[in-house]
C-alpha cells in the first residue's frame, strides 16, 4: 500500500541518516585518537626523579580538548614542567593548545631565564601568533639546588595551584606565585614562586576537571 511504501522510505531515510552519523563519529575519534599520540609527550628519565603522567580524554565526540601537559630537560640541565588548558573543549581547541605548546616549548629552550619571563613573552606573542584567544598554564623548572637536592622555581598563568606533599605527609598548595591567565593582555610582571623540595616530596599538577564539578564549588574539589 502507498502508506507502506511512505513509512519505509522514511525509515530507511532515518537509518541512513544514524549511518552516516556514525562514520563521522569514527572519522572524528580517529582524528582525536591521532592528535592524542603525537602531543602526549615522553616523560624524561632523571636521576633520583620519578615522574609519572596520566591523561583522560573528554568524554564528548571529539575526545580532546585544550589540555595538555610537558616535561623536557633544558641545556643547563635544568627540567622544564609544563601543564596548562586553552579555553574550549573540541578540536579548535586542541589545536590551539599545540600552537601554544610548541611556542612555549622553544622559549623554554632557546632562553636560559626564570619562568615568569618567558609567560610573560609568551603571553605578549600568543595573539599574534596563534588562534589561541585564553588560555592557563604553570611552567615551572625542576632545578639543582645548590646546597644539594632539588629546588623549584615556577610561575602560574591562571591556572589551579599545584599540591606540595612534603615526606612528613602534610600538603598544602603552590598558590603564592599565581597571576592572571594569559590573553587578558595585562602588563603587570608575573610573579615566581620557589621551594626547596626535601627527599621524598612529592608534587601534583592537574587540570580544572580534576577538581570542578556540577555537583560541587571547585573549593571543596581542592580541599578532596
Known amino acids: 500500500m502507498p502508506a507502506d511504501l511512505d513509512l519505509l522510505e522514511n525509515i530507511g531515510r532515518r537509518i541512513g541518516i544514524a549511518l552516516e552519523n556514525a562514520r563521522h563519529y569514527q572519522r572524528q575519534r580517529q582524528v582525536a585518537a591521532t592528535m592524542q599520540r603525537y602531543l602526549l609527550p615522553q616523560l624524561p628519565q632523571l636521576t633520583g626523579v620519578e615522574m609519572t603522567a596520566r591523561y583522560i580524554p573528554a568524554p564528548d565526540a571529539s575526545h580532546v580538548g585544550g589540555d595538555w601537559y610537558d616535561a623536557f630537560p633544558l641545556p643547563n640541565g635544568d627540567t622544564a614542567l609544563v601543564v596548562g588548558d586553552v579555553v574550549g573543549h573540541d578540536l579548535e581547541a586542541a ?8 611556542m612555549l616549548h622553544a622559549y623554554t629552550w632557546a632562553q636560559d631565564g626564570p619562568p615568569h619571563h618567558t609567560v610573560q613573552r609568551l ?11 585564553m ?3 604553570v611552567l615551572a623548572r625542576l632545578e639543582t639546588a645548590p646546597s644539594g637536592g632539588r629546588a623549584l622555581n615556577w610561575t602560574n598563568a591562571g591556572h589551579p595551584p599545584p599540591l606540595l606533599l612534603n615526606p612528613a605527609g602534610r ?3 603552590l598558590g603564592d606565585s599565581k597571576g592572571i591567565l594569559l590573553g587578558t593582555c595585562g602588563t603587570r610582571p ?8 626535601h627527599p621524598g616530596t612529592t608534587i601534583l599538577f592537574y587540570t580544572d576537571v580534576l577538581i570542578e564539578s556540577r555537583r560541587q564549588p571547585m573549593d571543596a574539589g581542592l580541599q578532596r
Open 135 to 137: 588560555a592557563t598554564l
Open 171 to 173: 600538603t598544602r598548595f
Open 190 to 197: 608575573r610573579p615566581q614562586g620557589h621551594v626547596h623540595l
Open 95 to 102: 589545536a590551539g593548545m599545540a600552537q601554544l605548546r610548541n
Open 123 to 133: 603571553d605578549q606573542a600568543m595573539g599574534h601568533i596563534t588562534d589561541v584567544s
